[in-house]
DNA sequence: TCTCCTGATGTAATCGATTACATTATAAAA
DNA sequence: TTTTATAATGTAATCGATTACATCAGGAGA
């Protein structure tokens, strides 16, 4: 069996507490007693139990995250490696486990486990929508969470977000000044934060410019590539066609792209297309797909960042991280200036 | 606080000993007490601690998924997602949790802790290589692990993998039913035994067709889409203009594509591209790329099954998943006989 | 030398469950 | 009714750490 705190104790001739002592750097302890500890300590591969240590201390050091495995999600927030990969960094620095599970229906289930068996000290909420049964349990049991995204209405929790609203506001200056007036907006779902914040930039972005609002270029759409292909064919086939068009994922740009290719006209150069995300494939196709680039990998990080601070008591503050216009082909070719 | 045992032991009037009995249907409690037992639990919202459960059974319920985020890794093993969906579901089929961590470096570090500390039942080991560390690791504190991919050298441990032979024969085939036979193989690492088992499937789809193997048709590549491109180019620039080239990567094969188009060459017209993977830029470039898809899903709920299979002491076998080609563009066009 | 203080260490309770063993209640058999 | 088998329940040890409190040793100061 692998040795537990008794074993050194025994083997070192002190007592458990005097172990557990030096386990845990108490300044209670003299050099001499120290150093024969952590010579067994050493000697037999010794490292204390996690789950003896959690039941004393009741707390587990993980963090839950949840991932709901509907279509919106997946498509709103293509980069989960990403952002895994940062929550699992911020988190290792604090010494913290990722407890993880996809979940399709049920979810209220498996929070319910999480949270009521005390799997887990904190939780991250993705895809947080208007009162969310999720955020109501969190709430009401007073376990700490950090939702990933800005929640829509009331802010009395902590978040973690990408400037949306900028992001949206640049891309759609960036078409402006290359001269475009007739720019469509295919956005996500409305009932979405993301959704109202994007719609913002392009708003304010108009307005600075002194470019009236034309509400027929205003188009809702579901993240999905079929969805930005059949918006762009309705488009072109009641002969509308725009100078350019800014889709609110790169996906939904992808597949506007097609139609317009179908169709005899040249993106990047008849028309333009911007995109949201920066997805591996916004390099791939052809031309490749300007688009608001967001710093997903942080996003995850600030997320464990602030979620332990919370747990551990600290007062902490939401996030907002800035998004990046990256210029590619798909909108330098030459302006179609009315 | 959370009720804990002893709070629902005394409200219901018995020991601790029958609301465990209760708790894990032990078939000596009485209806009746049952019954009262119950209804505390139902009205206190109890739930029993994971932790507390865990220390006392000495197994934590838990298994562990540590990925490393090389570059290697991330482009041989695109789906990560889908994966880990997989596995997400398996593990909560036999009510397991599972623990996530990414990792550059120091991944041993990481390993020692989730299996010392007892963080985890088993470990899910993926990107494995001829002696590694992690494998030895695992195997001297004889702690229950799957491999992702099968191992090259002896198979002395339980492994879930692709039909990666079956998959690259059905490709090469495929083109050497359209008439192909300059066929280019661009593989990955030759450190992998993916990259092995792909090579076989190549040599043996040439020799049942009686094509001669051309070793100068053997290309080492690494999955990335630079390496596709740079290839291709050296392949044009001297002249060397084949009929077909297999790609071990979707990815390389975009790079691949890139570059057939710059020198004017139509890819699905006067070459055929096939790839592997399936990622979901497969279906956005143009033409659609033709690629043997693998069903990662399935790899990751086979996973789950067979390592909770091992933890629980039951006789599990490795398992070989099929692989299956999907025609697209990139093939169908016509072929350059010679 | 004696007292007092401080630093080092030990004792034992504790976290919340499970479970071997002991005990009691209940029903069947004699 | 008494004996005996069995079902229901309780007692207390246990998993492996942490920690409040007790104790002890040794040095400083009187």
Redesign the interface.
């Known amino acids: 069996m692998?040795p537990s705190i008794k074993d050194i104790a025994r083997l070192a001739g002190v007592s458990t507490a005097t172990v557990s002592r030096v386990l845990n750097d108490s300044p209670n302890v003299s050099p001499r007693t120290r150093e024969k500890v952590l010579q067994i300590i050493r000697k037999l591969?010794y490292?204390?139990?996690?789950?003896?240590r959690?039941?004393r201390r009741e707390r587990?050091f993980?963090i839950g995250?949840i991932v709901p495995?509907s279509a919106d999600y997946?498509f709103s927030f293509p980069y989960?490696?990403l952002f895994?990969?940062g929550l699992?960094?911020g988190?290792?620095e604090k010494k913290y486990?990722?407890?993880?599970?996809?979940?399709d229906e049920n979810i209220m289930e498996?929070y319910?486990?999480f949270v009521?068996?005390?799997?887990v000290d904190g939780m991250v909420v993705v895809d947080v929508s208007d009162g969310d049964p999720r955020v109501a349990l969190l709430s009401s049991?007073k376990l700490p969470f950090v939702v990933v995204g800005r929640p829509s209405g009331v802010n009395d929790y902590i978040y973690v977000d990408t400037a949306n609203e900028e992001g949206a506001y640049e891309a759609v200056k960036h078409l402006l000044k290359l001269g475009h007036r007739k720019i469509h907006f295919v956005n996500g779902p409305s009932h979405l934060s993301v959704s109202r914040q994007r719609l913002k930039g392009y708003l304010k972005a108009l307005e600075e410019a002194g470019v009236a609002l034309d509400t027929r270029f205003l188009h809702q759409g579901d993240f999905m590539?079929e969805t930005g292909y059949t918006i762009v064919k309705e488009l072109l086939n009641r002969g509308d066609k725009p100078d350019a068009v800014f889709f609110a994922s790169d996906t939904m740009a992808?597949g506007g792209m097609?139609a317009f290719?179908e169709s005899g006209i040249q993106v990047g150069v008849d028309v333009s297309v911007v995109g949201f995300d920066d997805v591996?494939?916004a390099?791939?196709?052809?031309p490749s797909l300007t688009t608001v680039s967001q710093p997903i990998c942080d996003v995850g990080y600030n997320v464990a960042r602030l979620l332990i601070g919370m747990i551990e008591g600290e007062d902490v503050k939401s996030v907002v991280l800035p998004t990046k216009l990256v210029v590619r082909e798909s909108t330098v070719g030459g302006a179609t200036v009315e």
């Not at 490292?47 to 003896?52: D, E, L, M, R």
């Not at 486990?97 to 979940?103: L, M, N, Q, V």
């Not at 009521?116 to 799997?119: G, Q």
């Not at 390099?283 to 052809?286: A, S, T």
């Open positions: 692998r591969n490292v204390p139990s996690h789950t003896a959690s039941l587990t993980s995250l495995h997946i989960l490696n895994i990969k699992s960094r988190a290792r486990h990722i407890i993880f599970s996809t979940e498996l319910e486990e009521r068996k005390r799997v049991l590539e992808i097609k290719e591996p494939a390099l791939m196709v052809k």
